[in-house]
């Protein structure tokens, strides 16, 4: 699935709501379909924040599934980071006067299994993050399995 | 809360995209009704902090029974709340918190410096007491 949309911020929403929906045919549970709108969201958001500064370009989403596995990418061709590094650390922004609170790429981070992200200053960056479905459902039954039997 | 004319109490505005603004003595109750995103943010904060200065409030309370959804822009506006009424000694609680939303704030450690309440009510008489 792939899906081309203006970088606005009330595209941030409809962004999430689509890769939300095209996850559901593995399944997920609640709490994985959070995470990953989460995900999105901090993607996008970072997309037209940083990527398209003062301009407004385009965000391009792909979406495939491998197996139970849900791969997002999430492209621009903005502003390209400059230090991938120092982007990722826990609290660092570059914008502390929109309140950015230098999360995102943490919540990337922590609510999907993999995380990519490749970016050239002038050409912009793409984020690629993949997690697997329907772990933390049978990880639950498990658990619950092996109660009944303790 | 039978003194409730006495008091003051006020709401200020059925926002138009959701989000309304209750002040209950020096109380901000911002009951938010919409998805807490970057988008949402920017006019959320400005209205809050509009009032925080005009009604010399304390105290801030974000009712999140209306919003399912949170992320990494909520932070930022909740903590730049706190930065605003923490130096007059002022709380910023949470309440009707649902799973997906307290994990964002587990995960972020939010909850080193603000409060979770079940339910407004219970956080207002909380806050009110001190």
Same mark, same amino acid.
């Given at each position: 699935m792939?899906l081309?949309?203006?970088?606005?911020?009330?595209?941030?929403?409809?962004a999430r709501?689509v890769v939300?929906?095209f996850a559901?045919? &593995?399944?997920? !549970?609640?709490? =994985? /379909?959070?995470?990953i709108?989460?995900a999105v $969201?901090?993607a996008v958001?970072?997309?037209?924040?940083?990527?398209?500064?003062?301009?407004?370009?385009?965000?391009?989403m792909h979406c495939i599934i491998?197996?139970?596995e849900l791969v997002v990418e999430v492209r621009?061709?903005?502003?390209?980071?400059?230090?991938?590094?120092?982007?990722?650390?826990? &609290?660092?922004? !570059?914008?502390? =006067? /929109?309140?950015?609170?230098?999360?995102?790429? $943490?919540?990337m981070?922590?609510?999907m299994?993999?995380l990519?992200?490749?970016?050239?200053?002038?050409?912009?960056?793409?984020v690629r993050m993949s997690k697997?479905?329907?772990?933390?459902?049978?990880?639950?039954?498990?658990?619950?399995?092996?109660?009944?039997?303790? | 809360?039978?003194?409730?004319?006495?008091?003051?109490?006020?709401?200020?505005?059925?926002?138009?995209?959701?989000?309304?603004?209750?002040?209950?003595?020096?109380?901000?109750?911002?009951?938010?009704?919409?998805?807490?995103?970057?988008?949402?943010?920017?006019?959320?904060?400005?209205?809050?902090?509009?009032?925080?200065?005009?009604?010399?409030?304390?105290?801030?309370?974000?009712?999140?029974?209306?919003?399912?959804?949170?992320?990494?822009?909520?932070?930022?506006?909740?903590?730049?709340?706190?930065?605003?009424?923490?130096?007059?000694?002022?709380?910023?609680?949470?309440?009707?918190?649902?799973?997906?939303?307290?994990?964002?704030?587990?995960?972020?450690?939010?909850?080193?410096?603000?409060?979770?309440?079940?339910?407004?009510?219970?956080?207002?008489?909380?806050?009110?007491?001190?």
């Amino acid at each position: 699935m792939t899906l081309e949309f203006e970088s606005k911020s009330q595209n941030e929403s409809f962004a999430r709501t689509v890769v939300a929906a095209f996850a559901t045919q &593995l399944d997920p !549970t609640i709490e =994985e /379909l959070a995470d990953i709108k989460t995900a999105v $969201s901090e993607a996008v958001t970072n997309s037209i924040i940083h990527g398209y500064t003062d301009t407004i370009g385009t965000i391009t989403m792909h979406c495939i599934i491998i197996g139970n596995e849900l791969v997002v990418e999430v492209r621009d061709m903005g502003a390209g980071i400059e230090n991938i590094e120092k982007a990722m650390e826990p &609290l660092y922004t !570059t914008r502390p =006067e /929109l309140e950015r609170s230098g999360m995102g790429f $943490s919540f990337m981070e922590a609510f999907m299994d993999n995380l990519e992200v490749e970016s050239e200053i002038g050409s912009g960056t793409l984020v690629r993050m993949s997690k697997k479905i329907g772990r933390s459902q049978r990880r639950n039954e498990y658990a619950q399995e092996a109660g009944q039997k303790a | 809360m039978q003194d409730a004319k006495k008091q003051n109490k006020m709401n200020i505005e059925k926002g138009e995209e959701g989000t309304s603004y209750d002040i209950n003595q020096r109380c901000l109750i911002i009951r938010l009704n919409e998805e807490l995103d970057h988008h949402n943010a920017i006019r959320i904060r400005e209205k809050a902090d509009k009032l925080i200065d005009r009604y010399n409030i304390k105290h801030i309370i974000f009712d999140f029974s209306g919003a399912g959804f949170m992320d990494s822009a909520g932070i930022g506006v909740i903590m730049g709340r706190y930065r605003k009424v923490i130096f007059i000694g002022g709380k910023t609680a949470v309440a009707n918190v649902n799973s997906a939303v307290d994990r964002i704030f587990r995960l972020s450690g939010l909850y080193k410096i603000i409060e979770k309440y079940d339910t407004v009510e219970t956080a207002l008489s909380i806050i009110q007491q001190n």
